[in-house]
């Protein structure tokens, strides 16, 4: 597949390295923040650390100078470090003792350290990461809830990936773009010519990779829904349920359940479908900021206000409505993925 794009779109993510400096990517995500919500983010070295890679960032109102929240920052990899990438709360926001205190946030990553000859270079996916856990860092440091158990990430597994993944779509905007994604030796701003290939590249295969996900979400729920037949191998039952889905013959001897992680001691069980709907909600949301701008700053405090601020104390439904003025659009992801004109 990726020798395919290389030569369908003349494009690879190596192309894309040079100008995602880790330092540039960290101060575009606070710029970001700063043009979206109103924050401001400041390196404290008066807070303990767990580890020396550690940075810690006190964030405040840009406008009011009130205090938000901390956020760590834990970026590279080491031997007791689990791989992968999160956002944990090591304080959610809400009543301790009696009263309402402020979040402790952090959001961890594995990227490659710099060298003493070259900077810590991020690819684009990379660079996606990054927004997307920061989105929920987001999350949990813009909250203003009573309680810690309805504060910040604690809504609805279905819900909880959008502020996240709307993140995600900055990162192939060339406004956004501009504002850190520089070459990390001569300083030159990404060719307009270079976005054009990322953006065209990013829809390929987006047939294949949501019939796949939508596969998976149809194997999950046939799971949980009494759908099993004694009688049946594993193999035997999902080719039965995946049948309508398949672009091509099941591997002899191959099954998906034995290794589907998610949906057994993953904690996704009959939730995998909420990945899909997610991006519903992200790629709908989206299709708003660029319809008034993607930095807009009413539709942006809207969001600030609607989604990131109230939690779990409202159903996602009401939320998202209220934010949108209507119900979401499942044809805005089939518009994004290029599979709808």
Same mark, same amino acid.
């Given at each position: ?16 390295? !040079? ?32 580890? %020396? ?12 100078? #009130? ?37 402790? *946030? ?6 490659? %350290? ?13 660079? #996606? ?59 030159? $701003?990404?060719?307009?010519?270079? *976005? ?18 939508? =596969? ?27 049948? !309508?889905?398949?672009?091509? !013959? ?5 099954? *998906? ?34 319809? #008034? ?21 409202? %159903?996602? =439904? ?11 659009? %499942?044809? $805005? ?9």
């Amino acid at each position: 597949a990726e020798l395919l794009k290389e030569k369908k779109y003349a494009f690879s993510d190596e192309d894309l390295r !040079p100008y995602f400096k880790l330092e540039n990517v960290i101060d575009g995500v606070f710029e970001h923040a700063k043009k979206l919500y109103d924050l401001n983010f400041k390196e404290t070295f008066e807070v303990d650390k767990y580890h %020396p890679d550690v940075r810690v960032f006190e964030v405040f109102d840009s406008k009011t100078e #009130r205090y938000i929240g901390l956020l760590y920052t834990d970026f590279f990899p080491r031997d007791t470090k689990q791989a992968g990438a999160w956002m944990t709360a090591y304080r959610n926001q809400g009543l301790h003792d009696g009263q309402i205190k402020r979040p402790h *946030i952090g959001i961890v990553c594995n990227f490659t %350290p710099s060298t003493p000859t070259t900077p810590s270079l991020l690819t684009h996916m990379e660079v #996606r990461t990054l927004f997307h856990e920061f989105g929920h860092a987001l999350h949990g440091l813009l909250t203003d809830c009573t309680y810690r158990s309805l504060s910040g990430t604690n809504v609805l597994w279905d819900f909880v990936e959008l502020p996240s993944q709307i993140m995600e779509n900055w990162t192939e905007e060339k406004e956004a773009l501009d504002l850190f994604a520089r070459h990390y030796q001569t300083g030159e $701003a990404m060719p307009e010519k270079l *976005i054009e290939s990322l953006r065209a590249a990013s829809n390929f295969l987006s047939g294949w990779m949501t019939l796949r996900q939508v =596969q998976h979400a149809a194997l999950d729920l046939a799971w949980y829904s009494g759908e099993y037949r004694d009688e049946e191998k594993v193999s035997e039952f999902e080719n039965r349920i995946l049948a !309508p889905y398949r672009l091509q !013959p099941a591997v002899s001897g191959t099954n *998906i359940s034995c290794s589907f992680g998610h949906i057994f001691p993953g904690g996704y069980s009959a939730g995998y479908y909420s990945y899909q709907w997610a991006e519903v909600l992200d790629a709908d949301a989206f299709e708003f900021f660029k319809e #008034r701008g993607i930095f807009n700053p009413e539709v942006s405090h809207r969001f600030r206000d609607i989604i990131l601020k109230q939690g779990g104390t409202k %159903p996602p =439904q009401d939320l998202y409505k209220e934010f949108r003025g209507r119900d979401p659009d %499942p044809d $805005a992801l089939l518009r994004r993925n290029g599979l709808l004109s």
